[in-house]
Structures are given as C-alpha cells and as structure tokens.
C-alpha cells in the first residue's frame, strides 16, 4: 500500500506524515479532555470546603481519618474519637481538618435549605 502512494521511496515524507498524524492525534485528545473537564467537580480545598459535618472513619490517639463530603481527609482532634463518632470540622489547614466531637447525633444531622436560610 505504501509503494502505491510512493512513500516507500521516500522515507523522509513517511516520517514527517507519521509525525504530523502523531501531534494531530494528541492536539485532538487534549481538545476533547478540555472539552470534558468542564463537568468536572473542583477539589474542595480550604475557605471552599463548604462541608461540616464528619464521621470518624479510623482514628489512634489525637490524630486519624474522617468522612467528609464523600471524601476520606487526615484529621486531628484534642477530643477523644473513635470510629463511627461524629465530628464537627473546626478548621481546614490545607489538606488536614481540625475537628471536634459532637455531643449529639441531632447536632450532625444535614444542614437543609430551611435551616440556612433562617440563619
């Protein structure tokens, strides 16, 4: 096949059409992970960590993981914790949360749209 678009005797065009096809396919996957990116969700970080409310997944001493937001953070508490206790995120220092144990589970019960608006 390549002998009947005469690329065999010119090797120098079958690199430079490889190479082109090669840069057109990557340009082509990075437009459509672009594209794609936009549905995304954002990392949850810091002041935009609008979340909380935690539960203890795993803890030893001052220090373990909690649940928040569907996701697993590092976390240290002065409070005594163990698994399943629900906690009260305090603070965000970068990827490590400073929580509080709460008392009652009625105190870690979901925020709703009501609750918010009257505060």
Same mark, same amino acid.
């Given at each position: 096949?390549?002998?009947?678009?005469?690329?065999?005797?010119?090797?120098?065009?079958?690199?430079?059409? %490889?190479?082109?096809?090669?840069?057109? /396919? #990557?340009?082509?996957?990075? @437009?459509?992970?672009?594209? *794609?990116?936009?549905?995304?969700?954002?990392?949850?970080?810091?002041?935009?960590?609008?979340?909380?409310?935690?539960?203890?997944?795993?803890?030893?001493?001052?220090?373990?993981?909690?649940? %928040?937001?569907?996701?697993?953070?590092? /976390? #240290?508490?002065?409070?005594? @914790?163990?698994?399943?206790? *629900?906690?009260?995120?305090?603070?965000?220092?970068?990827?490590?949360?400073?929580?509080?144990?709460?008392?009652?589970?009625?105190?870690?019960?979901?925020?709703?749209?009501?609750?918010?608006?009257?505060?």
């Amino acid at each position: 096949m390549l002998d009947a678009i005469g690329l065999t005797s010119n090797p120098g065009a079958f690199i430079l059409i %490889a190479l082109l096809a090669g840069f057109g /396919a #990557v340009a082509l996957a990075k @437009l459509w992970g672009l594209f *794609f990116m936009r549905w995304k969700t954002p990392f949850r970080v810091g002041e935009t960590m609008d979340v909380q409310r935690a539960e203890v997944v795993e803890w030893s001493g001052n220090e373990g993981y909690v649940s %928040a937001g569907g996701e697993l953070w590092r /976390a #240290v508490s002065s409070d005594r @914790l163990a698994a399943g206790d *629900f906690v009260k995120i305090r603070a965000v220092n970068g990827l490590l949360l400073t929580v509080e144990h709460v008392q009652k589970e009625r105190e870690y019960a979901p925020v709703t749209s009501n609750q918010r608006s009257s505060s």
